[in-house]
């Protein structure tokens, strides 16, 4: 006859031992915490947190900080979540510094939504952490998910995306494929784009994507109609691109072939290839042999279809090849808005020359440049003088030039209050690099598709899918004034028309060089109609 009482216990010992087994694997596979929110993976720190968590970048502390603040101040009224998403470490000192500028102006985009419209939902912000390259955003693309769905966070949009990449594409595609509205304030490569068909209707890839900067397409041919009009018709171009896989090294590549020359022709395309966005690798020996051909075949113009970092390489290795006195053009794209910050005086005057006169120019399409609408109101205004005896009424000033000015006096007066108020949010923002005008852009649209969205009373927060549809509504009276120039969004969420700044990197005679507005470009040729009314028939994305 069996022994119930010694089969009993050892049933329960053997479960006992079973519960610890699994409670110490269990604890062995918790994953290390760098804080609420972001799992170390690696030597990084992966997730999403809005409590002033700086994800070990002591430049963006004090910013990250100051949007915990506000978040806090806004706990207990109705209000949604937004999230930026973008790397947030690196063991650059130039790209920690953008992280900085970005964050500025999420914060300040934030600040201006909850206060400017003064109705509710007020905007909470996450910090959204990708990883290196994106490299971890599935991860926390699932954590934004289960944020969307979340009764307490209420995601409504993630804004952000700073690099046009494979894994950014992925992360928008499985964003919008869930209905969580998409705000791309720095990604100009042409993929990550809806495609808006000529009869007014888009083929929506990413249904609720939004993007407030030109594609590579259109940056290029705001380029291409600014020279065209200034330029001269004798000049010789090539191209020189990096045949790394990389969606923005690719589309302005596209995009700068695309370009009809009035000048002779030039040499074939001359290829490199770089490791990485930010990795020189074996690029500054593929630029000598290229400057050297480059010199041999006479051009003077070189499209530049490459990152910051290899640009800056090729520019200089130009520089150094002698080569008949000749004075090059180095024209590129987006990306290079943050070429001066890795630049030092030696560089300076490697651009420069032995005799004191500029070696190399660059020229950039911007998305922004805060000189821009005083600068061309300035223009306009003499040109009106000279055609007229009396001073423009207030619906004959180019209202292109005038609502992005007022935008950007917004800007600078909520930088300046937000001074005065003691809070701090790192060095004063350095809006020459585009970064804080876009980045605020974004964060002030999105809070106008929430406070248009709004319905139900002040309790009710709006549907994702509500926002989302706020998107292609954006135009004519209801257009937005971004300090980066008027935000008019196609069926497809495309910017239409919108301007580039054309921007020049001058080494002058002596010294540190400078940034330098030129002038702006057009996409379509001519500025956004009045009121900025689309025509029928255009697009917004090739």
Same mark, same amino acid.
């Given at each position: 006859?069996?022994?119930?009482?010694?089969?009993?216990?050892?049933?329960?010992?053997?479960?006992?031992?079973?519960?610890?087994?699994?409670?110490?694997?269990?604890?062995?596979?918790?994953?290390?915490?760098?804080?609420?929110?972001?799992?170390?993976?690696?030597?990084?720190?992966?997730?999403?947190?809005?409590?002033?968590?700086?994800?070990?970048?002591?430049?963006?502390?004090?910013?990250?900080?100051?949007?915990?603040?506000?978040?806090?101040?806004?706990?207990?009224?109705?209000?949604?979540?937004?999230?930026?998403?973008?790397?947030?470490?690196?063991?650059?000192?130039?790209?920690?510094?953008?992280?900085?500028?970005?964050?500025?102006?999420?914060?300040?985009?934030?600040?201006?939504?909850?206060?400017?419209?003064?109705?509710?939902?007020?905007?909470?912000?996450?910090?959204?952490?990708?990883?290196?390259?994106?490299?971890?955003?599935?991860?926390?693309?699932?954590?934004?998910?289960?944020?969307?769905?979340?009764?307490?966070?209420?995601?409504?949009?993630?804004?952000?995306?700073?690099?046009?990449?494979?894994?950014?594409?992925?992360?928008?595609?499985?964003?919008?494929?869930?209905?969580?509205?998409?705000?791309?304030?720095?990604?100009?490569?042409?993929?990550?784009?809806?495609?808006?068909?000529?009869?007014?209707?888009?083929?929506?890839?990413?249904?609720?994507?939004?993007?407030?900067?030109?594609?590579?397409?259109?940056?290029?041919?705001?380029?291409?109609?600014?020279?065209?009009?200034?330029?001269?018709?004798?000049?010789?171009?090539?191209?020189?691109?990096?045949?790394?896989?990389?969606?923005?090294?690719?589309?302005?590549?596209?995009?700068?072939?695309?370009?009809?020359?009035?000048?002779?022709?030039?040499?074939?395309?001359?290829?490199?290839?770089?490791?990485?966005?930010?990795?020189?690798?074996?690029?500054?020996?593929?630029?000598?042999?290229?400057?050297?051909?480059?010199?041999?075949?006479?051009?003077?113009?070189?499209?530049?279809?490459?990152?910051?970092?290899?640009?800056?390489?090729?520019?200089?290795?130009?520089?150094?090849?002698?080569?008949?006195?000749?004075?090059?053009?180095?024209?590129?794209?987006?990306?290079?808005?943050?070429?001066?910050?890795?630049?030092?005086?030696?560089?300076?005057?490697?651009?420069?020359?032995?005799?004191?006169?500029?070696?190399?120019?660059?020229?950039?399409?911007?998305?922004?440049?805060?000189?821009?609408?005083?600068?061309?109101?300035?223009?306009?205004?003499?040109?009106?003088?000279?055609?007229?005896?009396?001073?423009?009424?207030?619906?004959?000033?180019?209202?292109?030039?005038?609502?992005?000015?007022?935008?950007?006096?917004?800007?600078?007066?909520?930088?300046?209050?937000?001074?005065?108020?003691?809070?701090?949010?790192? %060095?004063?923002?350095?809006?020459?690099?585009?970064?804080?005008?876009?980045?605020?852009?974004?964060?002030?649209?999105?809070?106008?598709?929430?406070?248009?969205?709004?319905?139900?009373?002040?309790?009710?927060?709006?549907?994702?899918?509500?926002?989302?549809?706020?998107?292609?509504?954006?135009?004519?009276?209801?257009?937005?004034?971004?300090?980066?120039?008027?935000?008019?969004?196609?069926?497809?969420?495309?910017?239409?028309?919108?301007?580039?700044?054309?921007?020049?990197?001058?080494?002058?005679?002596?010294?540190?060089?400078?940034?330098?507005?030129?002038?702006?470009?057009?996409?379509?040729?001519?500025?956004?109609?009045?009121?900025?009314?689309?025509?029928?028939?255009? %697009?917004?994305?090739?």
């Amino acid at each position: 006859m069996p022994n119930w009482k010694k089969i009993l216990y050892a049933l329960l010992g053997v479960g006992a031992a079973t519960v610890l087994v699994w409670f110490g694997l269990s604890f062995l596979q918790k994953p290390e915490m760098c804080f609420e929110g972001v799992e170390r993976i690696g030597d990084e720190c992966v997730g999403v947190n809005g409590e002033g968590y700086d994800f070990g970048t002591p430049e963006i502390r004090e910013v990250s900080r100051a949007i915990a603040r506000e978040n806090k101040k806004i706990d207990g009224q109705p209000h949604v979540t937004v999230a930026v998403m973008l790397p947030l470490q690196s063991d650059q000192a130039t790209l920690r510094r953008q992280m900085r500028s970005d964050l500025q102006g999420a914060y300040l985009g934030q600040r201006e939504a909850n206060e400017g419209e003064g109705e509710p939902p007020k905007i909470r912000l996450v910090l959204a952490n990708p990883g290196l390259y994106y490299g971890h955003q599935d991860k926390v693309v699932g954590t934004l998910l289960r944020m969307a769905d979340s009764e307490k966070d209420r995601l409504r949009a993630v804004t952000g995306f700073n690099l046009s990449l494979d894994e950014t594409e992925a992360a928008i595609e499985r964003l919008t494929k869930h209905k969580v509205p998409v705000l791309a304030s720095r990604i100009s490569g042409d993929r990550i784009a809806n495609e808006d068909r000529k009869d007014g209707t888009a083929k929506l890839r990413f249904p609720g994507l939004a993007r407030i900067i030109p594609t590579n397409h259109d940056a290029a041919q705001a380029l291409a109609n600014f020279n065209g009009e200034r330029g001269r018709e004798d000049r010789k171009t090539v191209l020189v691109y990096d045949k790394r896989s990389d969606g923005y090294n690719e589309s302005l590549a596209k995009a700068f072939s695309g370009i009809d020359e009035k000048g002779p022709p030039g040499p074939a395309a001359m290829p490199f290839e770089s490791p990485a966005i930010d990795e020189p690798g074996s690029t500054g020996n593929q630029f000598t042999q290229t400057a050297n051909n480059i010199c041999d075949s006479g051009a003077d113009t070189v499209y530049f279809a490459g990152r910051t970092l290899h640009l800056r390489i090729f520019a200089l290795k130009l520089a150094q090849v002698e080569c008949k006195h000749r004075h090059y053009t180095i024209v590129s794209g987006s990306d290079a808005a943050s070429l001066r910050l890795g630049m030092t005086e030696e560089k300076w005057a490697r651009l420069r020359g032995e005799d004191g006169k500029p070696k190399v120019t660059v020229q950039y399409a911007a998305p922004a440049h805060p000189d821009a609408w005083r600068s061309e109101m300035a223009d306009w205004k003499k040109k009106w003088d000279e055609d007229h005896d009396r001073q423009p009424a207030k619906d004959e000033l180019p209202q292109y030039l005038t609502e992005p000015g007022a935008a950007l006096e917004d800007l600078e007066q909520r930088i300046r209050s937000t001074r005065d108020e003691g809070v701090r949010i790192g %060095s004063v923002p350095d809006l020459e690099d585009s970064r804080t005008m876009l980045v605020y852009d974004g964060l002030v649209t999105i809070g106008k598709a929430l406070h248009q969205a709004q319905k139900g009373g002040a309790e009710a927060v709006p549907g994702r899918e509500d926002v989302g549809g706020q998107w292609s509504l954006f135009h004519s009276r209801h257009r937005v004034p971004g300090t980066s120039g008027l935000i008019c969004l196609t069926s497809g969420g495309n910017s239409y028309d919108k301007p580039a700044a054309v921007v020049e990197l001058d080494p002058g005679r002596e010294g540190r060089g400078k940034l330098k507005f030129v002038g702006l470009g057009w996409p379509a040729g001519k500025e956004q109609p009045k009121n900025c009314v689309i025509p029928s028939g255009q %697009s917004g994305a090739r």
